[in-house]
């Protein structure tokens, strides 16, 4: 009981909570008979605020046990994306290069489909993976 507390005390103290889990309920089992057998959720994912803030859409699914008396957790992530506009910017160092006019140009040249606004931003987004 003593080792219990203790862990829970460090799970407390690192701010840590339980990622919960989709699958089946429990992750170990004794493999004994039908009467003695004990199911008991032992395998958890835990993660802090920080984990949570970056990748909000962590999942553990509980999956089959294979000859195993645990089951595997799967844990999928996500990155958050972040929002924040990117903008365009031209160095004028640029214009000094020997391939900078017919980088533009096969940029510009190249067709897209679309309003005068798109066309604009997808030459000049395609156009920003030269540098």
């Not at 993660?47 to 909000?56: F, Q, R, S, V």
């Not at 957790?73 to 506009?85: A, D, N, R, V």
């Not at 990117?86 to 940029?107: G, H, I, M, R």
């Amino acid at each position: 009981m003593r080792k219990s507390i203790d862990f829970i005390s460090v799970i407390e103290a690192c701010s840590l909570v339980d990622l919960g889990f989709s699958g089946q309920k429990f992750t170990w089992t004794n493999k004994r008979g039908i009467h003695h057998r004990i199911w008991k959720r032992l395998d958890r994912a835990l993660a802090n605020d920080t984990w949570l803030e970056k990748m909000p859409q962590t999942t553990i699914t509980h999956l089959p046990t294979v000859g195993s008396d645990h089951c595997p957790l799967l844990m999928e992530m996500c990155l958050k994306e972040e929002h924040h506009i990117k903008y365009f910017k031209f160095l004028n160092c640029w214009t000094d290069q020997p391939n900078f006019l017919e980088a533009v140009k096969t940029c510009w040249d190249r067709s897209i489909e679309g309003n005068c606004m798109w066309k604009f931003h997808q030459k000049l987004k395609r156009l920003s993976k030269y540098s």
